[in-house]
């Protein structure tokens, strides 16, 4: 079965280089290394299953973090099932905020990871909907332009800008109040 | 450049989407424009957040290592699937090569019972009428059901009044059809006349260069080879051959009451 190896050994060396980027985009987005691990493992296999259909010459990061993203959407609905909340619904996703979806499962691991990445921007990212989520975290972290953001996220490219400009404000609004909470709780506290 | 056009222009400044010319006019704003400044500043300080963030997490050690090994599995898997996917017919191909040796091994009694007997392999009736004297064609049989046995199909008997058999036997000379051969006898004014039967499946015996007649409602050849007279016809689903040293008038009186 020489034709599976070698197909398995060419798919290792296309999407093996992705993988740091890709760990960190899923840690990012679920806030849990455990979470971000499995929701990985479960990428590699699902792009090696369809492995067959990756055309040559293409993105690969792009690919990999299409069907990532994919994955993760599918385990965050996957939680909204199993907590026996309502329904989700696909038509809620830009309403539905990471903290949203966080609040259904958090665990230990979120407090872990809260403190690696910093609490103040955590929090602020956690309010946004997942549709300006997205092309912040692919713009910021993964350095990605915005027409490959577009052809991940399969919208137009002025709807990446506009997202982005809005997620950028919602997110320096959230720190901004967070400074200011921060200093007034201080001289709050001196005052006593 | 107003506030309001240079605004909407910072993030695309920040991502570096921004023309050299435009660039220009947006940071020539900004050193005139406290408000404007101050929103660069921190979508400058969100980015640079984001580049520290950037940093962490490291990925966990082994994890690419468990991902190799899930995907050996999976390798595994496919092999599996599709070892079974073309293996599933092959029980059903088993079954089909069993019954196909099973009926090749029975092919010749299945050919004996099943197989039109107008398949038979010919004979010629001049050569049947050559090895009539030849008495190693014959193999003798001792009744007519013995020789039933030995030809594997029923034997058909026409009228033949006032003869006799007195020898009957399967000729097997020519390929591996047998056939039946009674001889038969009966007095004559001037000794025994004697008159030699084949019997054989429709088809099997031939006659060439014979005269065909229609006596009474059968198609009959009529022929000659050497000093014996015979003729040919198909009855009841058999060949008939009758072949004697009596003349032609009277091998055809013989065929008219058979």
């Given at each position: 079965m020489k034709f599976f190896h070698n197909r398995r050994k060419e798919f290792e060396q296309f999407t093996w280089p992705h993988g740091h980027d890709l760990f960190r985009l899923a840690y990012w987005r679920l806030a849990n290394a455990q979470d971000a691990e499995d929701v990985v493992q479960e990428t590699y296999l699902r792009a090696f299953r369809s492995f067959h259909t990756f055309r040559l010459g293409t993105n690969v990061k792009g690919w990999m973090t299409r069907i990532l993203l994919n994955v993760i959407n599918d385990s965050l609905k996957k939680r909204v099932r199993d907590a026996?909340?309502?329904?989700?619904?696909?038509?809620?996703?830009?309403?539905?905020?990471?903290a949203d979806q966080s609040a259904i499962a958090r665990d230990p691991l979120v407090q872990l990871s809260e403190e690696e990445i910093g609490p103040d921007l955590l929090e602020?990212?956690?309010?946004l909907p997942t549709a300006l989520l997205h092309p912040?975290?692919?713009?910021?972290?993964e350095d990605m332009s915005y027409a490959q953001i577009a052809e991940i996220l399969g919208v137009p490219t002025g709807t990446v800008m506009s997202r982005l400009f809005?997620?950028?404000?919602?997110?320096?609004?959230?720190?901004?109040?967070?400074?200011?909470?921060?200093?007034k709780q201080e001289v709050a506290d001196e005052m006593q | 450049m107003k506030c309001s056009d240079a605004r909407p222009l910072l993030d695309l400044l920040c991502d570096g989407a921004l023309e050299a010319k435009d660039s220009a006019l947006v940071l020539d704003h900004l050193k005139s424009c406290d408000e404007c400044e101050r929103d660069w500043n921190d979508l400058e300080q969100l980015r640079s957040r984001f580049?520290?963030?950037?940093?962490?997490?490291?990925?966990?050690?082994?994890l690419m290592e468990k991902i190799s090994q899930k995907l050996k599995d999976e390798e595994r898997n496919q092999q599996r699937r599709f070892i079974q996917r073309f293996s599933r017919p092959l029980p059903l191909m088993a079954i089909a090569a069993t019954f196909a040796l099973i009926g090749f091994l029975l092919l010749p009694w299945i050919h004996h019972i099943d197989t039109p007997l107008t398949a038979m392999q010919?004979?010629?009736?001049?050569?049947?009428?050559?090895?009539?004297?030849s008495e190693g064609t014959l193999e003798p049989a001792i009744d007519r059901n013995e020789?039933?046995?030995?030809?594997?199909?029923?034997?058909?008997?026409?009228?033949?009044?006032a003869w006799q058999m007195n020898k009957l036997g399967v000729y097997r000379s020519q390929g591996s059809t047998p056939i039946a051969r009674m001889d038969f006898v009966r007095k004559g004014l001037s000794g025994d006349q004697h008159l030699s039967c084949y019997q054989a499946p429709e088809g099997v015996i031939q006659a060439n260069a014979a005269n065909l007649e229609n006596v009474e409602g059968k198609h009959v050849f009529f022929g000659n080879h050497g000093k014996f007279q015979f003729a040919l016809w198909s009855q009841n689903g058999r060949d008939y051959l009758m072949v004697t040293m009596l003349s032609r008038p009277q091998l055809e009186e013989i065929v008219r009451g058979a």
């Open positions: 026996d909340l309502l329904a989700f619904d696909d038509g809620d996703d830009l309403i539905m905020s990471v602020a990212l956690q309010q912040l975290l692919l713009r910021e972290l809005r997620a950028r404000k919602v997110v320096k609004d959230r720190l901004t109040k967070n400074v200011k909470g921060t200093i | 580049q520290e963030a950037k940093e962490n997490p490291q990925m966990p050690a082994g010919p004979a010629s009736a001049d050569t049947l009428v050559e090895d009539l004297v020789l039933a046995k030995k030809l594997g199909y029923d034997l058909r008997f026409v009228r033949l009044p």
